[in-house]
Each structure stands twice: as C-alpha cells, then as structure tokens.
C-alpha cells in the first residue's frame, strides 16, 4: 500500500505491478505488461502510469485499442475510478514521455530478456554440460556399457564403413536409420581406438548433451524467464540418468536432442528479439538445425511442422499478413524440405524406390509387420493402451518429479498464457512427444515396457525426447513460483514460505534441484529396475555376451586375411575393432555374395552363427546369411577348422590359403 | 510201530510192510493237515528311495506294514554315469545281494521280519570297493515293493488309523456335499498330505471310494447334527468316518495331522480338533525379517558327512517359513570336522539349488564356517541345500567326518516380493490358512473341490506348516482382500480379477522348440497367479466355445492332475496350460498372444486423457476470463490517468 498527494488530496491505493520486476523499476527497462498477476512492493519513485503497445492481450487481438504511448501522472482515489482501497494496475517507466497519443496497432512483442544473440551464462552451462558429459562418459567406460545397445554398435560400424570398407561411399549409409547421426560420427570413428571403445559415439554425443543444456537454457533467457527457472531446466536434463546413459553410447536421441532444442532456441530467439529479425535470420537458427533434424530421427518431422506453424501464428499475430506468413514459414522449412527430398532422391538412387526407408524390409513398418503377425501389435488401434505405454515409458525414463513438476508447469503456463507466443512455443518443443503416442496408436512403431502387453523392454529411449519440453515447463513453475507479481494473500504467503522476494528464485530452484536429487537416488537404488532404458541395454548387454566374447578373440587372434562375416545380423564389428575393409559382409553387396559363393578364396576367417532355428535362418532381414549358406551347403567349409567356438558363435579358419 | 515176530505167516509180514509204506507216502499228505497252512505272497508298493553318487554308500528306511511277515523287497535300479561293474545291496546294515549295476533292472532284496524295527526296514546300496576311486556314477535305488504274508494289522482306533505304510488316502465326501463338509474335506486333505510328505498318494473323491486295499485309508466324512469319528472297515479297507457340521467338522478333519490322535481310543470319537494347526501359526511364527532362524526349527537337524572321496547332505530350505517371499538368503553354518591327514586334501562345498554358494577347505583347525548367500534367479519355493564333501584319499585310508550343527547353524531371509515367475511364488506368498473359492465355470462345488484337494496336496508338499483351508465366495477373493485359491474359473472370474491371462479365446504362439498348440477357437484350462492389490489368488480355470459342454471343466481336472502328478517344485512357468488335446505345458507370458478381453481393460486409461484435456481447457478459459477482466480495470485505470492529463494538476 503506498500514499499519494496531489493538491493536498491523499488517498491510498493498492499498488499493483503488472508482470514487472522491481529491477525494470530501477533501470528503466520498458516493461512488459503481461496483465499476469501483482504484488504490492514499490519502494522507487514516483509512481507513473502508463499504457504501452506491449499488452499481452493485445497481441491476442484483444484490447488492442488499450494500447497507448506512456503517460504520467499518479492515479488518485476517486478520480481513477478505483475506489479507495481498490487495486490499480500500475506500469512504471519513469524515462517515458508522458505524451498521450492514440493507441497504434499492436507492435512489437515485449522486449526480451536477452541482448541481441548474446545470453549470459550460455559458456559456463555448456561447459557443465561438457563436463557432466565427459564423467558419465569416462564411467560408462570404466563400466562397459559403450556397447551394450547393438544399435550403438551398428551406428558406429555404419559410420566406418562410409571411408572404411570394401564398398566405400554414401551408399553405406543404408536406409530406414536417417544419415545425419552417421555422419556426425565419421570423423571420429576414424580413428579405430575411438571406434572400438565406443567412445566416438560418447564424444559426439556429449556435445550434443551439452548443447541441449545450452538450449533449453538459452529457451528460458528468450521466454523472459529467470536465471533460477533456467537453471532449473538445465539441471532436469542433466540430471537425467536415462539420457546421460545414452549420451555415453553413439546412440541417436542425444543428436535429435541437440538439434531439435537448437532449433526452438533459434525460433524462440527470433521471435522474441528486441529487434525485427529477418527470414534469413530465421532460417539459419532455425531452419538449418531443423532441417539437420529431420535427418537424423523421424520424431523431427512433426517438430519440423510444429515450427512452422508456430513461425506462422506469430507472424500473423504481428498483423504482417498472410504473405510474410508464408514466406518467412517457407524459408524456415526450406532446409527440412530439402533435406527430406534429398532422403527420397537417394533412397530411389540406391533402392530404386523413394519410399524404401518407409517400406523395406528393415523399415520401422516392417519391424511392425513382424510382431503383428505374432499378435503382440497391441498398442496399434488401442488408445488406452497407448498412453499407458507412453506413462510408463515417461515415468522411467523422464522421472515422476520432473513429470509432476512439469504437469504443474502446463497447468499454470495455460492459465496464465493461455495460448500467447510463449504458450506456443513450449507446446512445439511437446510435438514429438504427442507424435510418438500417436505412433504408437496407429501401429507405427512397436514399445514394450512394464505397462505394454506382453512386456519387455524396447524402444522406451525415444520418450528422451520429451526431456526437453519437460525442462522448460518446469523452468516455467520456478519462474511463475518465485516471481514477485503475485497477487494479495498468495503473495504473503509465498513470502511466509519461500522468503523475500530477492531469494524466492533460488529457493523454489533449490527445492527442485531437491526432488531432482530425490530422484536420480531412486534410480540409482534400483536401475535395472526402474529405469527401462538402461533395463534393455542390459538385456542386450547379456544378449550379446557370447558374440561379444566371440568378438574379442578374433580381434585378439586375427592374423589378416580377410574375414567372411554377416556383420548386418551380429552387430558386434566395433568389438573386433579390425578395419571394416578386411571384411567381405552384407553392406559390400555383390562383393559378399562372390565371397559368400567361395569363401575359401576370399577369406581366411569365417564367422558364423550357430544353433539358430530354421525359422531364424529364414528370417531374410535378421537371419546371419553366412549360417544359411553354410547350413544349406556344409561343403562351403569343408577346408576350414574351427579356431574357436561358443554357444553363439563358431569361428574358422582355412587350411592353407589359396594358391 | 509193527512187529513182525518169527512163524507169524507170510501173509502178515506182506501187511506190515504195506502198511509201513502206506505210512510212509501219507506223512508229506499229512503235514499240511499237521501244519499251519503257509500264507502266500502278498505285494504291495511302498515309498522310499536312495541314491548313491560316486562310490560309497547310502540307505533308506521304507515302512512296513504292522502285522505282516516280511518276505522281501524289490526295486528298480537306476545307473547313470561311468557304471560300476556291480552294486552291493543290504537290508538293515548288512549285505544281502551284489548284482549287475544294469539301468532299470528290477532288483531282489531278501529280507525278512527280523530286519524290521520300528516299522521299518533299512535298505542300503553300495557302491565300488575302493572309497577313493575316482567315478562320476549315480545310483539310484526306488520303486519298492514289499513282498509279504499275512495281514496288515487293521487299525481299530483313530489313534493308530494313519499307520506309516499306508499307500493311499481317499477323503470321500458326498457328490452333493454341503459348503461346510466339502470344507471339512479339503482340511483332510491338506492334513493327511502334512502328514504324508513322501509318496503316498492323497486324493479327493465324490460319492464313493476308488481304492480299496489294506494299505488304503478311507476319510469319509458326512454332515450330522454332532461330531463324531469312528474307525470301522469296508472289506479289507480300513475307515475313518468323521460325521458333523461346520466349523467342529472342519476342525476334526484339520487335527488329522495332530499327533494327538494318538490318544484316540477304540470308542467312536466325539470330540477332535487341533486348534493350533496351521491356520494362523504360520504367520505368527513367521521368522521376522533378517532374524536368524536356527536349522534346527526348519527340521535340519545335525548334518554329516564322512568317509573318503565324494559325500553328499541334502536339506530343503523353503522360503514359507519366513511368511512370504523372499529377496535373498543368507545361512550361516558352523560345525566341526575330524582332523585331516597331511596327505589328504578335502574341502566342503555348498549348492543351493545346484548353484554353487560356497566353499571351503579343510585344515588344521578343525572347525568349519561357511556364511553362504542367495539371491534373486538362485532361489526357489524350497531352496535345495547340499553340502558336499570332496577329499582325496589318505594312505592310512582314514576318513574324514564332518558335522554341520543344526542348533548352532542358521538361516535368515530378507523379505520381499522375492524375484521368482507368478506360480512359482506360491505356498509361500500365502502361508497358513488358505482362503478357496469355487468360480463361474464350475460344474459344482463339490467337483471343483476336487480340484482344489490336487493343489492343495501339491501346495501342502510344498509348505512348511501345515495349511487350513477355507472355503469362502469368489468375491472375497475377486476384491483383493485376502490371498487364496480360486477353481472352477470362468472369463467372468478373470475379469474381474484382471487376470494376465483372461479365460476368453486365446492363441498360443508357436514358441519354435515345443508342439504344444491352441487355437483361438479351442477350448483350454489354465493355472496362473493374479496380484490382486496387496494378496494373490491362484486361479484354475477355463474356457470353452458356445458350443461345447463341459470341455473346460474337464480339462481343468487335467490341469489340476498334472501339477498333483509334477509336484509344486516342478511348477516354474507364468501359466500351465491344458488344450483341448488334453496335452499340458507351462508357458512364459509371451507365448500366449495378448488377448483382447486384456487389452480392452486398459481403454479406461483414455479417460484420463479427456480427464488432462478438460482440465487444460478449463485452465484455459478461466486464464482468458482473468486476462480480460484484468484488461478492462487497466482500461479504466489508463482512461481515467487521461481524464486527469488533460484537466491538469490543478486539481491536484
């Protein structure tokens, strides 16, 4: 409550600051009128009022005509029409003219937090990111668990074969896996130290860790939101194991990760910008690493579509019109479109046909296709079904308290925001998430977990990308939670709770760096457990246990010569850690059928998988074409000797060699 | 005797001499006049067996019935292994026969009345001559049959009605039983198999006996308006008749196991019971979480080993006795050993499940302490301990003895939701008094107790105390309030139970390494476990198409055999299932194909969708509401900062 006099009138007036912070009071800053909520602390001057362009109602369309330049004077009881005692919103700029001038159109969107390009503190949380990155790295060594996805080990493998192989070239980017993540990972597995560690995979991915920390961080700045709500959102995604775990391995999520929060940073950056950016800005900080994005996983693609009609909302919510709309969303999209008919152009130059990622026999359909024909589709045509998968999923791999805290964060970002530019843009960072449900619905893509019928552990890791979005909605709580506009009795009673206005921030991010730290305990108290992602990396991990042993010897043991191996249905390439041109296999195309033919005259080792049933060795997609030759013509080994064998693997080597 | 004097005439000379002869040849005719008539043989199989591993040596008592001459035994020889050239067999600690070591050949032990003590008679099997020699060879001695004469002597009292001999049990209700007799029928049962934990067999009938023999004991039992139990035979077959309604049946039929009976007299008995059987003992006495609990209490007494070479102990550990499942056992044993010669090299190993859990060799210091520790895949329901002592040979050719004490060794569990499949969880998750219910499919209560008697003689094999049973409606069960056994199960059961694997169509997914099949189409029964809230419910049940009549039921008879048959440890698998071929499997979850009844349960998880969107929605509206109104007072607010602006500060 403050007093004013003017002319010996007094009177007093509940002063209400409409989504201000004091610090804009003592700079000057040109507010933000946000109409979201008050707290009656002023303690800085004359109080002034004024209407700007800024009102968040007005970029809704509503209001618009309460826009006017800034004025000043003291509102007085009575006169003001607020009733002594009432409540008056308040905007404060003490440097403005007091001019009145009729409200222009909506202008520009309220000033951001940020100057320019240029966040404060992206360095040192990129760097954290590094660091939390390289530890859990150097752990995962130490522990060996680089290698227990068999994708991880086939995405390095398809990365060496690019230069290293028989076949080199483009063409051993294969189709179905999208080639961006391979081609991140080519110069590193370049040096086979690094890919026979698996540590190619950790280094890349760590950058992308800490790139998607640098993002949602840099989202947070471009929201407005404070330093305490930013560093929430950090430490929810470096506190998340399920993601730390597979940033230590080449797997892909950590990548789509990066890109992905690359692009609503670039997005949120230019729509949120002090000054008036142009499509080309936009299309280099968004476009680009969304268009990287669709190359690398297939959940890009919805990401890709949100982004553009988000870009075209705000666009037409500025009153540019429709063309700009148009031309700033096509710019934008540019990079994804010609990303995506590049795909289609090389997937008809290799397959012969433009949809073979979609249709092959190694398509995410097909895979489909296969648990179809077994019944256990259940998820295909089944609602219900699908959102306990995804619950389940999210639960063990996002976590319950970041979940809760982010569900708290929706709730209060749709009561406040409602759908306003901000709203949109978390929802966007939310598109692969509801893409990956809907999925599952449609019977695009197959998940097991504890809540799936039959159970299993499999494919949960693409739920990683939801971590983003949940970030950011918690960052939203911290900030909405410890930002001084409250209104009366909230007020006080957060003051009670949560300290003086100045600490709030740290406060409500301590207590979630509290329950973040509650939770990655829980984890840690039972991984197998309770978090399926790392559940299934150990399945696989026992899974390949003899072919990983098998691996081990011939790369101990192999004294050149070549080897004859379907390393497509084994996977385990990165384990012999041999140069990939030693070996004839399934990428080689012809070539591994000429070997495959007459073995003893291309290769001295023969790897070959034993004690596979029929219906596995008919399995055209899976099946170790080698253990099918050899079962359908034992002669094809007769001058070799088997060198070494285990309950998985029997491996030869010839007699001789040929003349 | 005749006298043939001198000038006596020919004639009577000839008449002595036939007549001598004629006394001659009418002797051996006599002597079956002059002699108890000699009783013939009369067979009947008994329980026992015993295995020898390696060389050495190893014996078992097996039960003879009172009152009969024995006249011998038979059994079936098992060889496995590098084979000896022959075994040595012995009756009572001393040899009786050495024959070919040939794998199933039927054996002949002589023996006789005098190597019978205290009902039984000790058989024995040797193997090798030389302790020290080196052999991988397992010989089995089982299937006795006890060869004798004469009668079992027939019980008079319900004191001495449960003779250890005995063969067979029948309990016999009527077909048309009421609730409370058909209860007090499976307390019998469960009973009488506590009482009988070898291989006697226990079964439920309706209406009338099966079996009939000197070695069958009949259990009828009938409603009347009082207790009373009295001893009577049918033929050759001795019976219990215990009459009497509601809980006073339930509680004579519960005491059969009570070593109380012995009191009995040869007068009808009017009052029986044993209140503090099983029932609600079992978790009273539970052993407490990590409490050491000594060998001793779990029926291990003193453990030896001896001799040179290979000798094996084995001991059942069984998870119950703490009062549910486990997550991990830990055991300490402590005892002592002979002193070891300084040529000899010996060590005691420990397996749990044939898992090896410890080791340690034998030196100087002759005490011995082995902390052995289990966990997760290593456990079972009843948790196999075997100690095995391994040496080598010393020259003097003295053995080594060691001994394992039973009151100083222990064991102690760390509860939990124990790491085993859904079947193989039970007796334990349910110990003590066992709540059954009998389901929609079933033809009867009465039929479908005979069910639930096979699992309960199966579960009772498997269980420490003894287990009471109660019968209860399905509801009971259905709700999630207590823990039980539900038989005659229809879909409608499964249901509402949100049974993993529903009693509707279901599909069999060819596992690729068994011929076990089932159509959609095609009627099944099942076994499986359903958590239901904080207790299980075991369920047997079935399915059959419109069109069929009584398939399920039957072959939910054919379930519930297999697993009496197999034995509760056998049962390992998610589901045991019966087709319509009769032939019975345990399956793994995922080799039934999801069922739609069971997917359809999950779509009331869309609710909560349309539950988040409304509430969003609602967020929405109000956060709109608020918005506007907040605009229209800043309206206000800015058009009277205006009115003031251009009237000036004079009126300030």
Not at chain 1, 210 to 238: D, E, K, M, Q, Y
Not at chain 2, 545 to 567: E, F, I, S
Not at chain 2, 585 to 604: F, K, M, N
């Amino acid at each position: 409550m403050d007093e004013h006099s003017a002319g010996g009138a007094t009177g007093t007036v509940d002063v209400e600051f409409l989504g201000l912070r004091e610090d804009d009071l003592v700079t000057g800053a040109a507010p933000v009128v946000a109409l979201d909520g008050v707290v009656p602390a002023v303690e800085t001057g004359p109080l002034r009022l004024r209407r700007s362009g800024a009102l968040s109602g007005a970029r809704s369309g509503a209001g618009a005509r309460d826009a006017h330049a800034p004025t000043a004077a003291p509102v007085l009881p009575g006169e003001s029409g607020v009733p002594d005692g009432g409540r008056a919103g308040v905007l404060l700029d003490p440097a403005l003219d007091p001019a009145l001038e009729p409200a222009p159109a909506p202008t520009r969107a309220a000033a951001p937090r940020s100057r320019g390009r240029r966040v404060r503190g992206t360095w040192w949380v990129f760097a954290t990111g590094l660091l939390v990155g390289a530890v859990a790295s150097a752990w995962g060594l130490r522990a060996g668990w680089l290698m227990d996805y068999g994708d991880a080990m086939a995405h390095l493998t398809i990365a060496r074969r690019i230069l290293d192989s028989r076949s080199p070239g483009i063409s051993q980017l294969g189709t179905v896996w999208l080639p961006v993540p391979h081609l991140v990972l080519l110069p590193f597995v370049q040096s086979l130290w690094l890919f026979h560690t698996g540590l190619a995979g950790s280094i890349v991915n760590t950058l992308c860790l800490a790139s998607t920390a640098t993002a949602v961080f840099r989202i947070g700045a471009h929201l407005g939101l404070g330093l305490p709500a930013r560093l929430a959102a950090v430490a929810v995604v470096l506190t998340n194991v399920s993601l730390l775990y597979v940033a230590t391995t080449a797997l892909t999520e950590p990548l789509l990760l990066a890109l992905m929060t690359g692009a609503v940073a670039g997005a949120t950056g230019w729509v949120f910008s002090e000054r008036k950016l142009s499509g080309g800005e936009l299309t280099v900080f968004c476009g680009v690493p969304l268009g990287l994005s669709v190359l690398t996983r297939y959940e890009a693609w919805p990401l890709a579509l949100a982004c553009g009609i988000y870009v075209a909302i705000v666009v037409l919510r500025r009153g540019d019109g429709w063309g700009r709309a148009v031309r700033l969303t096509l710019g934008l999209a540019t990079p994804s479109l010609l990303g995506i008919a590049w795909w289609l152009a090389y997937n008809q130059a290799v397959y012969g046909s433009p949809l073979e990622f979609l249709t092959g026999e190694y398509s995410a359909s097909a895979f489909a296709d296969t648990y179809a024909a077994r019944g256990q589709l259940t998820t295909a045509g089944h609602l219900g079904l699908s959102l306990r998968v995804m619950w389940a999923a999210l639960t063990d791999t996002v976590g319950l308290v970041p979940l809760v805290l982010a569900g708290a964060g929706l709730a209060l970002l749709t009561w406040r925001r409602g759908l306003d530019d901000r709203a949109l843009a978390l929802w966007v960072l939310g598109a692969p998430t509801v893409f990956l449900t809907f999925s599952l619905f449609a019977g695009q893509h197959v998940m097991f977990n504890d809540a799936s019928i039959p159970t299993g552990a499999y494919n949960n890791r693409y739920v990683l990308s939801a971590v983003p979005w949940v970030a950011c909605l918690v960052a939203y709580l911290v900030d909405v939670v410890s930002m001084p506009v409250l209104p009366g009795r909230l007020a006080t009673l957060t003051t009670r709770v949560l300290g003086p206005v100045r600490l709030r921030g740290a406060v409500v991010a301590g207590l979630v760096a509290v329950g973040l730290v509650g939770q990655v305990l829980w984890w840690a108290g039972d991984p197998y457990g309770r978090m399926v992602v790392v559940e299934e990396g150990h399945l696989q991990a026992v899974d390949y246990v003899d072919r990983k042993a098998a691996a081990t010897w011939l790369g101990e043991h192999y004294d050149g010569g070549d080897i004859l191996m379907d390393e497509s249905a084994t996977l385990v390439a990165p384990v012999i850690g041999l140069p990939q041109r030693d070996f004839w296999n399934r990428a080689t195309g012809d070539l591994f059928d000429e070997a495959l033919a007459d073995p003893y005259d291309h290769a001295r080792w023969v790897w070959v998988r034993v004690d596979l049933t029929a219906d596995e060795l008919s399995n055209s997609s899976s099946a170790d074409r080698v253990a099918a030759a050899v079962a359908a013509d034992p002669a094809l080994l007769s001058r070799y000797v088997v060198a070494y064998v285990n309950e998985d693997v029997a491996i030869y080597r010839r007699i001789g060699d040929p003349s | 005797m005749v006298t043939v004097t001198a000038g006596t005439s020919r004639g009577v000379r000839r008449r002595a001499r036939v007549a001598l002869a004629a006394a001659a040849l009418a002797c051996p005719l006599a002597v079956p006049v002059l002699l108890p008539a000699a009783a013939s043989a009369e067979t009947t199989p008994t329980s026992g067996s015993v295995t020898v591993e390696g060389e050495g040596g190893s014996s078992t008592s097996v039960p003879v019935p009172d009152g009969v001459r024995l006249r011998g035994l038979t059994a079936t020889l098992s060889v496995a292994g590098t084979a000896p050239a022959s075994v040595r067999l012995t009756v009572d600690g001393h040899q009786v026969a050495r024959v070919r070591a040939k794998d199933g050949a039927t054996v002949r032990l002589p023996a006789s009345t005098s190597d019978i003590e205290d009902g039984y008679v000790t058989v024995g099997v040797i193997v090798g001559d030389d302790v020290c020699g080196d052999s991988d060879s397992e010989v089995s001695l089982s299937d006795f049959t006890l060869s004798y004469s004469g009668r079992p002597t027939v019980p008079r009292t319900v004191g001495d009605f449960f003779s250890d001999a005995v063969t067979d049990v029948q309990v016999v209700i009527p077909s048309d039983a009421t609730d409370d007799v058909v209860e007090a029928g499976l307390a019998a049962v469960a009973a009488v198999a506590d009482r009988y934990r070898g291989d006697t067999d226990v079964t439920m009938v309706l209406g009338g006996a099966t079996k009939a023999g000197p070695l069958v004991r009949l259990v009828m039992l009938d409603s009347a308006d009082s207790l009373s139990a009295s001893v009577r035979t049918s033929g050759e077959t001795p019976v219990l008749e215990i009459d009497g309604q509601d809980q006073d049946l339930a509680d004579a039929a519960a005491a059969l196991d009570s070593d109380g009976l012995a009191l009995g007299g040869t007068g009808a008995v009017t009052a029986l019971s044993d209140q503090a059987s099983g029932a609600t003992t079992a978790s009273a006495t539970a052993a407490a979480d990590g409490e050491d609990v000594p060998l001793a209490d779990l029926g291990i007494e003193d453990i030896t080993l001896d001799g040179s070479g290979t000798a094996s102990s084995y001991d059942v550990v069984r998870q119950d006795v703490f009062g549910g499942s486990v997550d991990g056992l830990d055991l300490h044993l402590t005892g002592v050993h002979t002193a070891v010669p300084s040529d000899v090299d010996a060590r005691v190993d420990a397996y749990l499940n044939g898992h090896l859990v410890g080791s340690q060799a034998l030196g100087e210091d002759t005490g011995l302490t082995l902390d052995l520790h289990a966990d997760g895949d290593d456990l079972r329901g009843d948790n196999a301990l075997e100690l095995r002592l391994v040496s080598t040979c010393s020259a003097s050719g003295l053995p080594i003895d060691v001994e394992i004490s039973g009151s100083d060794s222990t064991v102690s569990a760390t509860r939990g939701t124990g790491d085993l499949g859904a079947l193989a969880s039970w007796p334990q998750v349910a110990p003590g008094a066992l709540a059954v219910a009998v389901g929609s499919a079933a033809s009867s209560t009465p039929d479908a107790a005979v069910d639930a008697a096979t699992l309960l003689v199966a579960l009772q094999r498997a269980s420490t105390d003894q287990i009471v049973p109660e019968l209860v409606d399905a509801s009971d069960l259905e709700d999630g309030s207590r823990s039980g056994l539900l038989v005659g199960a229809g879909e409608d059961d499964s249901d509402a139970l949100d049974a993993g694997l529903s009693l509707s169509d279901l599909r069999v997914l060819d596992t690729g390494s068994g011929s076990f099949a089932l159509a959609s189409s095609s009627p099944f029964a099942a076994l499986q476990s359903v958590r239901v809230g904080s207790h299980d419910v075991l369920v047997l049940g079935g399915w059959e198409p419109d069109n069929a009549d009584g398939d399920d039921v039957a072959l939910m008879h054919t379930v519930a055999a297999w697993v009496g048959r197999k034995g509760w440890s056998e049962v390992t698998g998610t589901y045991v299932v019966a087709n319509d071929a009769g032939t019975v499997a345990q399956l793994a979850a995922d080799t039934a194909t999801p069922q739609e009844a069971v997917i359809d349960r999950t779509g009331s998880s869309v609710w909560w969708l349309v539950l988040g969107g409304a509430a969003l929605a609602l967020l929405l509206a109000l956060g709109w509401v608020a918005r506007r109104r907040q605009r229209v007072a800043l309206a206000r607010l800015v058009h009277a900062q205006q009115a003031y602006d251009a009237t000036g500060p004079s009126q300030a």
